[in-house]
C-alpha cells in the first residue's frame, strides 16, 4: 500500500477534527506511574504523509503533543495504538517509540501477510500487541486471516486486541475464547449503555472476563454516551466491569478522539470520571499503574 506526500482531505472519506488543545485541570490527580493504556499519534504530516487507502482523515496529533497532553494530566505512560488513518506504515508509532521507549508501548495492526521479518522489527521497537477491529466501518475481517496473523506474533508473546461493538461481544465471544494469548476488548465493547450493565454485551463481558485470560480497557466512556458530557450514563458500565475483575482492568483516554459523531470529547470529563469508575484508591492504583504495568511490560 502506497502513501502520499498529502494529508489533504478527501472528499470520500471523513474528516476527525483536532481535539482540544487546552483542557481545563482535572479535579483528580493520578498515581505516579499512571498509564494511559490506549491513545493514538498522527503526523507531522511532513515527515509522516497519510496512505491514499486510509479510512479516514486524522487531524494532525503528533508524539509531542500526546506527551503535552498526558503531562498536564499527570499520565507518565502510555500505550500507542496503530491507527487506519496511518494505515500499515508503522513509523510514526517506532519513531515515536525510540523518543521515550521507557515511557511508550504500542499495539500495532497485522495481516496474515504481513512478513516475520516486519514483527521482528516492531517486537524490538517495542510493539507489544497486536489489534484487530470487528467493525463495518473499518472492514470485517476474514477470521481465517486473524488466525494466521495471531500465529506470526504468537513467538513474541504478544497480547490480542479485539474492537467489538454492541452485540459484536456475543458474536465473536466464542472466537475470544479460543485465542491462546492475552486478550483485551477496547473500550468496554462499546455495548449500548441502555441496555445496562446485564445486557447481552455485558454478561457476554463476564463470562470472558471469568476465564481469566481476558482484560479490559475503560476507554471509550465519550464513545458509549448517548447523553454526553459529562458522560456519566456510561458509569454503569465501567463501574460494572471494574467491580467483577478489578486485576484485569486498564484505562485509557482515546486521544484524539478520531471517528466521533458529535461534538469533539472533553478530556477532563474523561479524567474527572476515573474516581467514579473507581472509587477505592486500591482499585485506581490497579487501574492505573499496576495493570498496565503487567500486561504491556513496563519497568
Known amino acids: 500500500m502506497t502513501a502520499t ?3 489533504a482531505p478527501r472528499s470520500d472519506i471523513p474528516e476527525s477534527p483536532p481535539p482540544n488543545p487546552n483542557p481545563r ?11 494511559n493504556s490506549h491513545c493514538h499519534i498522527y503526523g507531522p504530516f511532513s515527515r509522516y504523509p497519510l496512505p491514499e487507502d486510509r479510512s479516514f482523515t ?32 508503522h513509523q510514526p508509532v517506532i519513531d515515536a517509540l525510540a523518543a521515550g521507549r521507557d515511557r511508550y ?10 512478513s516475520p521479518e516486519e514483527v521482528k522489527r516492531l517486537d524490538a521497537a517495542g510493539f507489544c500487541g497486536a489489534r484487530f477491529s470487528f467493525m463495518t466501518h473499518l472492514g470485517f ?10 500465529a506470526l506474533v504468537r513467538p513474541y508473546d504478544w497480547h490480542i486486541a479485539i474492537h467489538v461493538s454492541g ?3 456475543v458474536d465473536m465471544e466464542e472466537f475470544i475464547r479460543s485465542i491462546e494469548a492475552p486478550v483485551v476488548i477496547d473500550h468496554m465493547g462499546r455495548p449500548d449503555t441502555r441496555e445496562g450493565s446485564d445486557g447481552p454485551a455485558m454478561l457476554a463481558m463476564r463470562r470472558l472476563l471469568d476465564t481469566g485470560r481476558v482484560w479490559v480497557k475503560l476507554s471509550g466512556a465519550d464513545r458509549l454516551s448517548h447523553q454526553k458530557v459529562p ?14 475483575a478489578p486485576e484485569r482492568i486498564l484505562w485509557g483516554s482515546d486521544w484524539p478522539h478520531v471517528n466521533l459523531g458529535g461534538p469533539m470529547t472533553d478530556d477532563t470529563c474523561l479524567v474527572d470520571l476515573i474516581p467514579e469508575i473507581a472509587p477505592s484508591e486500591a482499585v485506581r492504583q490497579r487501574m492505573l499503574v499496576d495493570n498496565p504495568a503487567e500486561f504491556f511490560r513496563f519497568g
Open 25 to 35: 485541570k482535572s479535579s483528580f490527580t493520578p498515581p505516579p506511574n499512571s498509564c
Open 141 to 150: 475481517p476474514d477470521l481465517s486471516n486473524v488466525r494466521a496473523a495471531m
Open 231 to 244: 458522560y456519566t450514563d456510561a458509569l454503569p458500565i465501567a463501574r460494572s466491569i471494574a467491580a467483577h
Open 5 to 7: 506526500a498529502s494529508a
Open 167 to 169: 452485540h459484536g461481544l
Open 105 to 114: 508501548r504500542a499495539v500495532a495492526l497485522i495481516r496474515a501477510d504481513t
Open 58 to 89: 486524522p487531524s494532525e496529533a503528533p508524539e509531542t503533543e500526546l506527551r503535552r497532553i498526558d503531562d498536564h494530566f499527570g499520565f507518565a505512560r502510555a500505550v500507542f495504538v496503530q491507527s487506519q488513518g496511518h494505515g500499515w506504515d
